[in-house]
Nanobody, 119 residues
Framework: VQLVESGGGSVQTGGSLNLSCVAS????????MGWFRQGPGQEREGVAA???????MYTDSTRGRFTASRDRAKNTWWLQMTRLRPEDSGMYYC???????????????WGQGTQVTVS
C-alpha cells in the first residue's frame, strides 16, 4: 500500500491544521494506522493512532487537541490538530499495517511526510 500525506503548513500558536493520508494499492479496511511526528534531531514519536475497529489512541500531549479519523470510502485517514503549540512542529508521517502497532513506529508502510510549523 502507498501512503501520501498532505495538509501541513505554517500556523500560529493556537491555530489548527487538518492532515490527510490517502492510501492506494489496497483498501484500508483491514489496516491500523498511526500518525508520527519527527522534529529536527529527534526520534520519530507517535502522536495518534486508529486501529481497524476505529479504536483511537493519543499521547497525553495530544489527547483533547488532536483527533484521528478515517473515511473508508475515500481510503483516507485524517488528523485534525487544534490548539497547536510550537512543540507540535515537525515532519508528520502516516504509517499503516495490518498489524496494530498503536503508537510504536513499527508499521510497514510509511508516507513521505508533511511539514508542520507552529510559531
Amino acid at each position: 500500500v502507498q501512503l501520501v500525506e498532505s495538509g501541513g503548513g505554517s500556523v500560529q500558536t493556537g491555530g489548527s491544521l487538518n492532515l490527510s493520508c490517502v492510501a492506494s494499492g489496497d483498501s484500508i479496511k483491514t489496516y491500523a494506522m498511526g500518525w508520527f511526528r519527527q522534529g529536527p534531531g529527534q526520534e520519530r514519536e507517535g502522536v495518534a493512532a486508529i486501529d481497524e475497529d476505529a479504536w483511537l489512541m493519543y499521547t497525553d500531549s495530544t489527547r483533547g487537541r488532536f483527533t484521528a479519523s478515517r473515511d473508508r470510502a475515500k481510503n483516507t485517514w485524517w488528523l485534525q490538530m487544534t490548539r497547536l503549540r510550537p512543540e507540535d512542529s515537525g515532519m508528520y508521517y502516516c504509517a499503516a499495517d495490518t498489524v496494530d502497532y498503536g503508537l510504536r513506529a513499527s508499521y510497514t508502510y510509511w508516507g513521505q511526510g508533511t511539514q508542520v510549523t507552529v510559531s
